[in-house]
């Protein structure tokens, strides 16, 4: 599992809460924030993004680490999602992560009590579907 410094990890954790407060969600009022941590020290930001057809909605977590994408970065050593109630990545987010690294420490934070808890994006999405089951990879 990746391990950071509890500066880093304060770090991670406040821009994700900070990234929340953008978030537009006029449907659920459930705000996300999220931050990820690439392996240079960049810190790259994320917040969910509601439609009326909530099909089209985009979660934080997926946001954050498109636009990570979008910046060159294609590895990051972890991600902080900031929520009321701290909760975990749903499943295409935890997909969508496992796509660029396993490794990844996940970072849940509750915005009500500032309670955390942290797992290992394996522990969250063990045998992920990889490139390694195509058949192009075989």
Same mark, same amino acid.
């Given at each position: 599992?990746?391990?950071?410094?509890?500066?880093?990890?304060?770090?991670?954790?406040?821009?994700?809460?900070?990234?929340?407060? $953008?978030?537009? =969600?006029?449907?659920?009022?459930?705000?996300? *924030?999220?931050?990820?941590?690439?392996?240079?020290?960049?810190?790259?930001?994320?917040?969910?993004?509601?439609?009326?057809?909530?099909?089209?909605?985009?979660? =934080?977590?997926?946001?954050?680490?498109?636009?990570?994408?979008?910046?060159?970065?294609?590895?990051?050593? =972890?991600?902080?999602?900031?929520?009321?109630? *701290?909760?975990?990545?749903? *499943?295409?987010?935890? $997909?969508?992560?496992?796509? &660029?690294?396993?490794?990844? !420490?996940?970072?849940?934070?509750?915005?009500?009590? *500032? =309670?955390?808890?942290?797992?290992? !994006?394996? $522990?969250?999405?063990?045998?992920? &579907?990889?490139?390694?089951?195509?058949?192009?990879?075989?």
């Amino acid at each position: 599992m990746t391990e950071l410094k509890p500066h880093e990890i304060d770090r991670l954790v406040h821009s994700a809460i900070s990234a929340r407060d $953008q978030a537009y =969600a006029p449907h659920s009022h459930f705000y996300v *924030g999220a931050a990820m941590l690439m392996d240079d020290g960049t810190i790259v930001c994320g917040c969910n993004v509601e439609n009326a057809s909530y099909s089209m909605c985009l979660c =934080a977590e997926r946001v954050a680490a498109s636009s990570a994408v979008a910046a060159g970065h294609r590895r990051w050593k =972890a991600i902080a999602i900031a929520s009321v109630g *701290g909760v975990t990545p749903c *499943g295409a987010c935890r $997909q969508f992560l496992a796509e &660029f690294c396993t490794d990844t !420490l996940v970072v849940m934070v509750d915005v009500i009590d *500032g =309670a955390r808890r942290t797992r290992n !994006l394996n $522990q969250l999405l063990p045998d992920a &579907f990889d490139s390694s089951h195509l058949p192009s990879h075989r």
